[in-house]
C-alpha cells in the first residue's frame, strides 16, 4: 500500500523543477572549481531534495485535507490519513538517513533549517488564514517557508559539493530564494487566472481556503468590500466569485505579476558569478520558465 | 494550539526513562574517558532523545487513531488529526535543526537510523496486525525498530559524547537494545495483567487492534482455538474476554516474563565495562526498573 501510496504522488507528472535545479547549480559550479564532472553527492542531493518535496506534499495535503494534487487524487483521498501521514514519515526518515550518511555537516544544517522552516511554514499559514491584515512582509516570509526555503538549499547544498567560495555558495542561495520567491508568487496568481482544468484543482480555492496571497493584499488596499467577504469565510455561495471578481478588478494581479518579475530579476542578478555557457544560459532560462506561466 | 498539544502530551506524566538513560550513561562513561564532568552535548542529546519519542508518540496515536495516552487524552483526540501531524512534524524538525548543530557526524547517522527504524517498525506493525503466523524473531524485530533501536541509540550516543572506544559505544549499545526489547516485552504482558485504571487506557487494545505481542505468540503454540478468534478480528462480542482467558491459561505470560528477564541479564551483562560504582548501579537499577512493572 505504501508503494502504491508512493506512485499516486511520485507517477503524478510533477515539474521537477528542484532536482534539476540542483543538476544545472551542480554542472555550473563544478566547472568554477574545475571538476571536470558532476559528483555522486550531487546526484544524491538532487533525490534527496525532491524526496523531501514529496514528503512535504503529502503532509500538506494532510493538512490542509486537499483531494486534488497535480491533477491527481491525494495520496489522504485515496488511502486515507493514516497512510499518508505514515507515507510522509517514511520518506522524511529516508531522507534523513540519506542525507547523513552524506557526511557533509554543512548541507545536513543546510537541509535541517529547511525541514524547520517548512513546520514555521504550516504554522504562519494555519494561524493567518482569514486574515486580511496580513502584510506584503508576512506573505513573503511565509512563501520563503514554504516554498522558496527548500528552492534556496537546493542551489547552495550543490555549490558545497562542488566545493565553491562562500561568495558563490551565497549567490546561489539568493538565486534559488528569489526563484523560489517568484515561482510561489506565479503559483498564487494562477489561482485566479487559470481554469480548474488548467490547475487541476477549482480556481479560487486557495483564497477559498483563506490564504492571503499577494494578489489578495494588494487588491486589498484598493476594494475594501473584499475585506468583509474573507473575514465572513465565504459565507454566503456567490461570495467566493464576488471576492475573486474584486481581485480582478483591482488591479492586484498586475501588481502581483510586476512583484514576480522583479523577484525574477533580482534572480538572474545572482547568477553573474557563474562562467557563461549553456548551464548559465539554463539557469537564466529557469527564470523565464517560471515567469511564462503568467502568458 | 501547538503549545497547547505540546502541554496535552509532555504534560502527560511520561516516564522520561529516555533521557535519564542518556544522563547515566553520559555520567558512567565520562568517568571512563577522564571527563570531569558531563557536556552540553550530552544535555542536548536527552532534550533530543525525548522529543524524537514525543513526536513519534503523536504519529502513532494518529497512525493507531488511540484515544488515550499515559492516562490522558491523545493530541489527535483532542485538536484533531491535523494539529497532531502537525505537532509531530514540528517537534521532528526541531529535532532535526538540534541535532544538525550538534555537529557530530556519528551522532547523526546514528540517530537517523533511528527514526528510519521507527517508520519501518510502524509499516512493520501495520503489515502483520492479526496476522498468527508471526515469529518470535518477526516480533522482536519490531519491537527492536519500535522500541528498542532509540533506546540504544541514546546510551550509544552519550558514548560518542564521552569519546568512548568503540568497545564501549557497542557495549552500551547492546544495553541500551536488552533494556528497550525487555522494556517493550513487559509493556505487552502489562497489557494482559494491569487493570484499564493502571493503563491509562482498556486493558486488552493491543491484542484488540491486532498486535500479536509475546504472550500471544507463546498462547498460539498452546492454544490453537486463539487463532481463529484473532483471525477472525473478534468479530463476537465476547472474543476479546475469550481470547484474552485463553492467553492467560497457555502459560504465554509466564514465558513472556522469563523472556524479559533473559532480556534483562543481557542488559546487564553488558555494563561490566564500566566502573563499579553510582553510575553504573543505577544502570543496573534501570534493568529492576524495568522488570518490577512485573510485580
Request: net charge negative; with cysteine; charged share 25%.
Amino acid at each position: 500500500m505504501l508503494m502504491a501510496a508512493a506512485d499516486q504522488i511520485f507517477g503524478a507528472s510533477g515539474k521537477k523543477i528542484r532536482p534539476a535545479l540542483v543538476f544545472l547549480v551542480s554542472h555550473a559550479t563544478a566547472q568554477l572549481t574545475g571538476l571536470s564532472e558532476i559528483t555522486p553527492q550531487h546526484r544524491k542531493l538532487a533525490e534527496i531534495i525532491e524526496m523531501i518535496h514529496t514528503a512535504s506534499l503529502i503532509h500538506d495535503d494532510v493538512l490542509d485535507d486537499s483531494d486534488k494534487r497535480r491533477g491527481k487524487e491525494t495520496v489522504n483521498r485515496v488511502f486515507g490519513t493514516r497512510v499518508a501521514v505514515l507515507a510522509g514519515d517514511f520518506i522524511f526518515a529516508q531522507t534523513s538517513w540519506l542525507l547523513a550518511n552524506l557526511e557533509n555537516l554543512e548541507v545536513i544544517k543546510l537541509i535541517s533549517q529547511v525541514i524547520k522552516d517548512f513546520a514555521s511554514g504550516e504554522i504562519k499559514q494555519t494561524t493567518s488564514l482569514y486574515d486580511c491584515d496580513i502584510t506584503m512582509q508576512d506573505y513573503l516570509r511565509k512563501s520563503y517557508c514554504k516554498t522558496a526555503s527548500l528552492v534556496a538549499a537546493s542551489a547552495k547544498g550543490a555549490a558545497i559539493f562542488s566545493g565553491t567560495s562562500n561568495e558563490v555558495k551565497e549567490n546561489m542561495y539568493d538565486y534559488g530564494k528569489k526563484l523560489g520567491l517568484a515561482f510561489q508568487i506565479v503559483d498564487d496568481i494562477l489561482d485566479f487566472t487559470r481554469s480548474s482544468e488548467q490547475l487541476g484543482k477549482p480556481a479560487g480555492s486557495d483564497l477559498r481556503k483563506g490564504n492571503v496571497t499577494a494578489p489578495v493584499i494588494y487588491a486589498l488596499e484598493k476594494q475594501p468590500a473584499l475585506k468583509r467577504l474573507i473575514q465572513t469565510e465565504f459565507i454566503n455561495p456567490e461570495d467566493l466569485d464576488t471576492a475573486i471578481e474584486l481581485v480582478h478588478q483591482s488591479g492586484g494581479i498586475e501588481r502581483a505579476r510586476e512583484l514576480a518579475r522583479n523577484m525574477g530579476d533580482s534572480a538572474l542578478d545572482c547568477l553573474s558569478c557563474l562562467q557563461k555557457g549553456p548551464m548559465r544560459s539554463s539557469l537564466e532560462g529557469m527564470v523565464d520558465y517560471v515567469l511564462e506561466r503568467l502568458h
